[in-house]
Nanobody, 126 residues
C-alpha cells in the first residue's frame, strides 16, 4: 500500500559524493523501519544500511561503515543515504525498502522488508 521512490543516483568520480533519497507516498512511514540495498546484474541483492522506525538506531554493512550515513526525516516521509568517498565497487542499482515496525529494531535482510522502491542507478568511475 505504501509506495517508495528513490532518487539522487547518477554518475560520480571515485572519491566523490552522492546523496540518495527515498520518498514515500500512500501511507506514512513514521512507524516503518527502513533500509538500503544495492544490486548489480547477475548478483544477489546486497544489504547496505538500515535504520529503525525512530531513526535512533542504525546499522551498516562493512563495506559502508565510515563512508555511508543513513538518516530519516519522518515529517517529510523521506529516508536518505549519504555516500562519501565512493568507490567503483559501489556501482549498483540502489533500492530503499521498508516494513512496519512496532519495535525499535533495524533489519538487514531483504526478506524482512515488505515494500520496495524501483531503484536508482549509481555509477562510480575510476
Amino acid at each position: 500500500q505504501v509506495q517508495l521512490v528513490e532518487s539522487g543516483g547518477g554518475l560520480v568520480q571515485a572519491g566523490g559524493t552522492l546523496r540518495l533519497s527515498c520518498a514515500a507516498s500512500g501511507r506514512t512511514i513514521n512507524n516503518f523501519a527502513m533500509g538500503w540495498f544495492r544490486q548489480t546484474p547477475g548478483k544477489e541483492r546486497e544489504f547496505v544500511a538500515a535504520i529503525n522506525w525512530s531513526g535512533a538506531r542504525t546499522y551498516y554493512a562493512d563495506s559502508a561503515k565510515g563512508r555511508f550515513t543513513i538518516s530519516r526525516d519522518s515529517a517529510k516521509t523521506t529516508v536518505y543515504l549519504q555516500m562519501n568517498s565512493l568507490k567503483p565497487d559501489d556501482t549498483a542499482v540502489y533500492y530503499c525498502a521498508g516494513r512496519y515496525s512496532t519495535y525499535g529494531y533495524y533489519y538487514t535482510s531483504g526478506g524482512q522488508y515488505d515494500y520496495w522502491g524501483q531503484g536508482t542507478q549509481v555509477t562510480v568511475s575510476s
